[in-house]
């Protein structure tokens, strides 16, 4: 039974997210979290791997809940279903895109789904913000409890992360290898340290 809700869930992922592996961040949540395959901080967990691992996003995010959910037959299923699901969509597409392209209907209907799909990986971005920066087990109920939730270190992770990315413009692995050292520094080597 798990099988087929894999396969049906993340079909519809596949079939519905327009705008790319980041726009499906909130309907995986959504789908995921709710029928407790995993937590959010696992998810949290599983975004960040899928995004650091060679790969189309959309596969591996898949990939990885699968195998949490329904160990490595899940894992084929979920990655089966998104990539037949793309592959679908993008074959009628192509075979239909060019006697389409001048329509004004289509032109109006890519016009108008621009603005929800900005709007889904912006909620992507703040759904991952707030479970990377906050301790998940803190109930916050007052600006007390939510300073003491923030995760000081990965916010300082962030910070060294996105000026060194807009000043110096790395190539990704660099800035995924300089950030994987200073999370061994501040979580691994400094609190031995200490």
Known sequence: MIYFQLFITFLKIGLFTFGGGYAMIPLIQQEVVG?????????????????????????????????????????FITASAVILASFSVILIIAKCFTNFLDSRWVKGLLFGMKPVVIGLIASAVVLLMYNGFLDQ????????????????????????????????????????LLSGGLGILLFGIIPLLF
Do not use: C
């Open 35 to 75: 029928n407790q395959w995993m937590t959010m901080n696992e998810l949290s967990e599983a975004i960040a791997i899928a995004q650091s691992t060679p790969g189309a996003f959309a596969v591996n995010a898949a990939t990885f809940v699968g195998m949490e959910s329904g160990g490595f037959l899940g894992a």
């Open 137 to 176: 087990g803190v109930e916050i109920n007052s600006i007390t409890a939510f300073l003491e939730a923030i995760q000081f270190r990965d916010i300082i992770i962030f910070v060294i992360g996105a000026v060194f990315y807009f000043r110096f413009k790395p190539h990704p692995i660099k800035l995924i």
